[in-house]
């Protein structure tokens, strides 16, 4: 089956810095989520990709649709506390009609 | 507006035993997709219903299973439980099915935690 592929699996950063992770496929997604969790609750979506090339923002988050339609990355800028948690990418393959979501990175922010 | 809610939030049960999970989607959100989370496998697609109907099945036995009311509700169902069967049980509700158009936006409920002993 499909597989996403998210790097890194977990970091460690100091508040305040600005933080980068990416995700991967073998196969082209039509769309790319960006969700994060925190622990003991359901994922949140924080942003939709729907067009490769595409840039979106939601506040200090950034997602960009990879051009090659087999990537996403998300990058989070000047990171605070809360941010800390589980980012997952997510996407249905071309022809599936289900999501496939990648492991996760965890991220950690000393403050 | 309401989020999707999910009953109980804590459960635990032991091998041989079956469970039901409830969830009730945000309003005006038709489609309801269940998801297995674990540690070794993370987020892993169930099963997803549509207007009462099963419209796709993830790779899990039969002995999980679902169903959806008229009202938008769901229900999944998980029969001679195993070891295994412990972890998260996730809802996640849209307003149209996966491919259906334009929205693959999934918004996710807290979560059934079950504990098989």
């Known amino acids: 089956g499909q597989q996403l592929n998210q790097s890194p699996q977990s970091m460690f950063i100091q508040e305040g810095e600005d933080v980068s992770m990416n995700c991967t496929s073998s196969s082209i997604f039509n769309t790319w989520l960006w969700y994060k969790q925190d622990p003991g609750e359901g994922p949140v979506l924080l942003i939709a990709l729907y067009k490769a090339g595409e840039l979106t923002s939601n506040g200090r988050l950034t997602a960009q649709f990879g051009i090659t339609r087999k990537d996403s990355f998300l990058n989070i800028s000047a990171s605070i506390p809360s941010d800390v948690g589980i980012y997952f990418c997510a996407g249905p393959g071309a022809g599936s009609y289900q999501l496939t979501f990648g492991k996760g990175t965890k991220l950690s922010v000393i403050p | 507006k309401a989020g999707v809610t999910q009953t109980p939030r804590y459960l635990i049960k032991t091998r041989g035993q079956q469970v039901t999970l409830s969830c009730s989607p945000i309003s005006g959100h038709r489609s309801v997709s269940w998801y297995q989370q674990t540690p070794g496998q993370g987020l892993q697609f169930l099963f997803e219903y549509f207007s009462e109907t099963q419209r796709n099945k993830g790779n899990f036995p039969g002995r999980f299973s679902g169903r959806q009311f008229s009202n938008s509700r769901s229900e999944m169902n998980v029969s001679t439980l195993e070891l295994g069967d412990s972890a998260l049980y996730l809802c996640?509700?849209?307003?149209?099915?996966?491919?259906?158009?334009?929205?693959?936006?999934?918004?996710f409920g807290p979560g059934t935690r079950l504990t098989v002993t």
């Open positions: 996640a509700s849209s307003l149209a099915p996966l491919l259906a158009g334009d929205s693959y936006e999934q918004y």
